[in-house]
T-cell receptor
Framework: EAQVTQNPRYLITVTGKKLTVTCSQN?????MSWYRQDPGLGLRQIYY???????DKGDVPEGYKVSRKEKRNFPLILESPSPNQTSLYFC????????????FGPGTRLTVT | GQSLEQPSEVTAVEGAIVQINCTYQ??????LSWYQQHDGGAPTFLSY????GLEETGRFSSFLSRSDSYGYLLLQELQMKDSASYFC????????????FGTGTLLAVQP
């Protein structure tokens, strides 16, 4: 089944404790991105990747890191989480740059206390 | 800058037709998409319009008028399962392939 998976689905952590949210897709998509969703603000892009070893900042990259060492995986790293990073996070992928349809993972609900 | 406006909430009854509007302001235009999201779940793609006119996919249709910077999603024969948030999105140009989302319209379908 074609899908985007994320882990963990739920996470409660404390300020400053490094964490990684994994994202994997099995569709051989070139393009992957991370969004965060906050009430009243919709979905905002954090980082994106056009292919292996090619990543760049989206609209709200502060406090986040990403890497793309393999085509299928695109982990999101929070080196020192803070409470303002409490949010619902989605990973998404699409076939290539310019594709208008993006496939979203199930989401990771992160709470930083 | 780029922005999209949608109504925050819409209520309709089962079996009815509902229209969700979206107006956008963009520095470049590369198409209008619609996504559905059930209660914090994964957004799922519904439709895409690059050119003016109506695109129909089953009970859902989407319309675009580029001259008016306006589009809408039309849902017919509403079912309870259509209760969800609906987001319009425009694709930012250039290298990012970024989808810029509206803040979403919460559709409540009542029996």
């Amino acid at each position: 089944e074609a899908q985007v998976t994320q882990n963990p689905r739920y996470l409660i952590t404390v300020t400053g404790k490094k964490l990684t949210v994994t994202c994997s897709q099995n569709m051989n998509h070139e393009y992957m991105s991370w969004y965060r969703q906050d009430p009243g603000l919709g979905l905002r892009q954090i980082y994106y990747s056009m292919n292996v070893e090619v990543t760049d900042k989206g609209d709200v990259p502060e406090g986040y890191k990403v890497s793309r060492k393999e085509k299928r995986n695109f982990p999101l790293i929070l080196e020192s989480p803070s409470p303002n990073q409490t949010s619902l996070y989605f990973c998404a992928s699409s076939f290539r740059l310019g594709s208008y349809e993006q496939y979203f993972g199930p989401g990771t609900r992160l709470t930083v206390t | 800058g780029q922005s999209l406006e949608q109504p925050s909430e819409v209520t309709a009854v089962e079996g009815a037709i509902v229209q969700i509007n979206c107006t956008y302001q963009t520095s470049g235009f590369y198409g209008l998409s619609w996504y559905q999201q059930h209660d914090g779940g994964a957004p799922t793609f519904l439709s895409y319009n690059a050119l003016d006119g109506l695109e129909e996919t089953g009970r859902f249709s989407s319309f675009l008028s580029r001259s008016d910077s306006y589009g809408y999603l039309l849902l017919q024969e509403l079912q309870m399962k259509d209760s969800a948030s609906y987001f319009c999105a425009v694709k930012g140009g250039g290298a990012t392939n970024k989808l810029i989302f509206g803040t979403g319209t919460l559709l409540a379908v009542q029996p």
